[in-house]
């Protein structure tokens, strides 16, 4: 599953104003980041070339970071835990030094710095509750004495994950199908494979093949088989939302009672919202995790008050957090890797 994946390096970012073209060019990446040069001019109505130079643009302007394969953690037997810290006011250097101990982790998805009630996330891997809990345990001793209050949820099923929100292009999101449980098979070539994908998505095949012992066939069957049976669910390209002028916000909502039938209006409602960006159901004080991406504070409250609208005494409690900076993120966390 997908989890976030918003905020990049903002260092040298200048703000960016993107033309029809350029806005179709990465709604085109956004589907899949591997699709060639010469479809996207064919959908965008420019040459080959025209398509390579804005693309490498947008790189160069910092729009564009990279690129990664979306991995469904679940198909090697992980469940994914997001936890929320409330830290007491910590020094600089003291902040500085816990979250370097907190991204350090192999079972450590994502380290994401929060204004708000909670002023980090983390997004962790294990394999049941036990190692959950053994996990849980590393975390709190890294961040001793500075733990104030936290909170664990953990993560069910999505209701929507998308590269851009409907803001931003407007086409019609897909809507979040069941996933396949349990775990897929694999073997050590598949693992190295996904270990050079996993920070590289659009590598060509022919060159991961040189590096795994494979021929290019080989590689693309292999890539075609772990799609099929769900390990992969995407090639996406890593966007500066920064940049474009968007922000990132996280809403964090406890509904009462969320039976069947609501579970289904809120992913209808969710599938139409044109400021969200990820959305899934959890288990925990607050059931329900969304990520928006806007231009303002107005379109988070636009989206959170249509929601309660929608739901107006099921919506118990909720949390609005700013998404400040993100430390650390990755689909292929290193305990994965260490098949």
């Not at 066939?217 to 390990?231: C, L, Q």
């Not at 289904?264 to 960006?277: C, M, R």
């Not at 959305?279 to 008050?305: F, P, Q, R, S």
Request: proline share 3%; net charge positive.
């Amino acid at each position: 599953m997908r989890s976030m994946k918003y905020l990049q390096d903002t260092s040298q970012t200048q703000k960016v104003t993107l033309d029809k073209k350029d806005t179709k060019i990465l709604s085109l990446l956004a589907e899949n980041a591997r699709t060639s040069y010469t479809q996207i001019a064919k959908k965008v109505g420019l040459s080959r070339d025209a398509i390579r130079y804005r693309i490498k643009n947008l790189a160069v302007k910092g729009i564009l970071q990279g690129s990664r394969v979306v991995i469904d953690t679940t198909k090697f037997g992980y469940d994914t835990y997001h936890l929320f810290l409330q830290l007491k006011l910590p020094s600089k250097e003291k902040e500085a030094d816990t979250i370097q101990k907190l991204q350090g982790h192999n079972f450590v998805k994502t380290v994401i710095a929060f204004s708000g009630k909670f002023d980090v996330e983390l997004s962790i891997i294990a394999k049941n509750v036990y190692e959950f809990n053994t996990r849980l345990d590393i975390i709190l001793n890294d961040c001793y004495p500075l733990v104030q209050n936290y909170e664990v949820l953990i993560i069910i099923a999505p209701h929507l994950n998308l590269v851009f929100p409907q803001s931003f292009v407007s086409s019609k999101s897909e809507i979040q199908k069941k996933r396949n449980v349990g775990v897929a098979p694999h073997d050590k070539k598949d693992m190295a494979i996904l270990n050079i994908l996993a920070n590289d998505a659009i590598k060509p095949y022919y060159s991961i093949a040189n590096s795994v012992g494979l021929s290019a066939d080989a590689v693309t069957h292999r890539v075609r088989k772990m799609k099929d049976n769900g390990i992969i669910t995407n090639f996406v390209p890593i966007i500066n939302y920064t940049g474009l002028s968007y922000s990132i916000y996280a809403l964090l909502l406890r509904f009462t009672d969320l039976h069947k039938e609501k579970k289904d209006t809120l992913q209808e409602l969710l599938q139409v919202d044109k400021n969200t960006l990820w959305a899934v159901h959890c288990i925990g004080k607050y059931n329900t995790i969304i990520y928006l991406c806007v231009k303002n504070t107005e379109e988070v409250h636009d989206t959170l008050n249509n929601i309660r609208r929608h739901f107006p005494e099921a919506v118990s409690d909720y949390e609005i957090l700013i998404a400040k900076e993100e430390h650390k993120y990755t689909y292929f966390p290193e305990t994965i890797n260490s098949f």
